[in-house]
């Protein structure tokens, strides 16, 4: 829980930087903070909760359903579809909640007719243990292949837009590209196609699970999307 007032407070500080708040922003983002300091305190006072422990055979089992376009061991071979091999588990269990609706109807925060088909079989618990199983698994290296925006693309991501008021990708994704447990995800080794397709999500409003994500793609040019995201595919 206190995890989740962290990120809270690390995302308000990043979206500040990028955007200025008006007063609608601010009464939500307070509105929020009071929601989440409250179940924090009610957390707190209902004593510790209990751990979950990942059942990584469980994972496993269900890890077979994905093979078709994540791989054997979550390495997808073809660059349309992510490696989620070493993905952080909480950044999984994340992505696959927000495939499904939310608890009064809304739609999902990321549309994917393949995934919200897989993702509404999945409990709670299932969901856990395949992100534990594939967080234990190795991704396989990349590479970047175009030498013609290497430049540009490093630029990106170690030292951000200036002039677009971008921030470095390294400032979250951290220099290799391994991304913070709980907080930030893994990037580095993706496949660039998948990356890119993932900034004109957030750009074009498909993918709505971050808004410091829709913030930063909304101001990129395709050419910066497609330098950054070749780039990433060969940190390591």
């Known amino acids: 829980m206190f995890w989740l007032l962290y990120n809270f407070l690390m995302g308000l500080t990043m979206l500040t930087k990028l955007t200025t708040p008006n007063k609608s922003m601010m009464l939500k983002l307070s509105s929020l903070f009071a929601a989440l300091t409250f179940s924090m305190s009610a957390a707190y006072a209902a004593g510790p909760a ?5 059942d990584l055979a469980k994972g496993n089992e269900i890890m077979q359903q994905c093979v ?5 061991d979550g390495n997808a071979s073809a660059p349309i579809y992510p490696k989620i091999a070493g993905q952080h588990a909480e950044y999984l269990y994340k992505q696959l ?8 109807g809304e739609k999902p925060l990321r549309e994917n007719a393949i995934m919200a088909g897989f993702a509404a079989g999945l409990s709670d618990a299932d969901m856990k243990n395949v992100s534990a199983y594939l967080a234990s698994q190795k991704q396989t290296l990349g590479s970047a292949t ?3 925006t290497l430049a540009l693309g490093e630029k990106i991501y170690r030292g951000g837009i200036a002039d677009k008021k971008i921030p470095a990708c390294a400032g979250c994704h951290s220099p290799t590209g391994s991304g913070i447990p709980a907080q930030y995800p893994r990037l580095g080794g993706q496949h660039a196609e998948y990356t890119e ?3 004109v999500a957030f750009r074009d409003g498909v993918r709505n699970n971050s808004e410091q994500m829709s913030v930063i793609a909304a101001k990129m040019s395709d050419k910066e999307m497609k330098a950054v995201s070749d780039y990433i595919a060969g940190l390591r």
């Open 68 to 72: 078709a376009c994540h791989g054997a």
């Open 97 to 104: 909640s927000n495939f499904k609706p939310g608890k009064n």
């Open 146 to 148: 175009n030498k013609d």
């Open 197 to 199: 397709s993932q900034l």
């Open 50 to 54: 209990e751990v979950f422990k990942p």
